[in-house]
């Protein structure tokens, strides 16, 4: 994917938060609702699921989708694609939605923050974000601490981050790859370049 077109993704993803699940109250990109988004020239293509087949607020929700992503400069239209394949689950939402919600206590979520300490924890720089994001709990708010700041979007690494690696990300965001380097190295990770 063209680095202009990761950009106008991230502010794609970063406009659908502003979506609201009117009966959750949770925005469709922390509930897992958003499966991906394709860019062609200036048209958005966004794959998206609900929660149950049926659901009376799919209009709406294709609608209110609709119009964020074309608030985005550069975005001239936009089609909505709804799809049922992955099923959608409660395991494709953030630990935060989750929270929300009232499905998790906080010590669920540190359990799931500890299990890594377990074992060795390396960062191949070569590996594509999001299958460090899956395997290194912390992995996200190391990054969002080195200036990764929409890296917490959820569906940014479905999208981008199955084949962003952290050299290209630095590059694209004009952050330093020492810096990061460091980051992880201070949290007990070993680095591989």
């Avoid at 400069?73 to 989750?98: G, Q």
């Avoid at 569906?155 to 790859?177: C, E």
């Amino acid at each position: 994917m063209q680095e202009k077109n990761l950009k106008l993704v991230d502010k794609i993803m970063t406009a659908l938060q502003g979506v609201e699940d009117p009966e959750l109250l949770v925005d469709v990109v922390n509930l897992g609702l958003i499966y991906g988004i394709d860019i062609e020239g200036d048209h958005a293509t966004v794959k998206m699921t609900l929660t149950i087949v049926g659901c009376p607020l799919s209009t709406y929700l294709q609608n209110a989708i609709e119009k964020a992503v074309l608030s985005v400069p550069k975005i001239k239209t936009c089609d909505v694609k709804l799809v049922w394949y992955p099923v959608w689950s409660p395991e494709r939402m953030t630990i935060a939605a989750k929270k929300q919600l009232g499905m998790l206590d906080n010590e669920q979520v540190l359990d799931q923050e500890n299990k890594i300490e377990e074992t060795e924890k390396i960062i191949d720089f070569s590996v594509p974000i999001k299958k460090l994001a899956e395997e290194y709990p912390d992995f996200i708010q190391i990054m969002y601490d080195c200036g990764f700041t929409r890296i917490k979007i959820p569906g940014l690494l479905s999208t981008v981050g199955r084949v962003m690696t952290i050299p290209l990300g630095a590059q694209a965001m004009k952050i330093d790859l020492d810096k990061i380097r460091q980051a992880f190295e201070d949290k007990g990770y070993k680095v591989i370049d």
